[in-house]
């Protein structure tokens, strides 16, 4: 393979320690009711996807997260991470995920 033809690299973003990479949910424009608000009014949310977890905590049977859970986080202590534009990636500690939604 020639030089020049290399595969550019894909640049992931890992947490560690006992945190969650988190890409949380679009903030709502309609209320509960189907009121539409506008543009410069949102509902904030404070739910969201995991995208990774720390190997901290993935091996911490205290706390029962997996990659792709739906959760509730207080976002008070998450870090932004601007990330390719998406600016919904936030690290958060995995003590600030209060909630796990689960399907039985």
Do not use: C, W
């Not at 991470?81 to 209060?98: H, K, Q, S």
């Amino acid at each position: 393979m020639a030089e020049g033809s290399k595969k550019p690299q894909l640049e992931t973003v890992e947490p560690i320690g006992s945190r969650v990479l988190i890409r949380k949910d679009e903030d709502r424009k309609q209320t509960k009711s189907g009121i539409h608000l506008p543009d410069k009014i949102e509902i904030p949310t404070l739910t969201g996807r995991v995208v990774a977890i720390s190997a901290q905590v993935e091996h911490d049977e205290d706390y029962p997260i997996r990659q792709y859970d739906r959760v509730l986080f207080n976002p008070k202590q998450g870090i932004p991470v601007d990330f390719e534009g998406d600016n919904r990636l936030f690290v958060i500690p995995v003590e600030d995920v209060v909630a796990v939604f689960r399907k039985e």
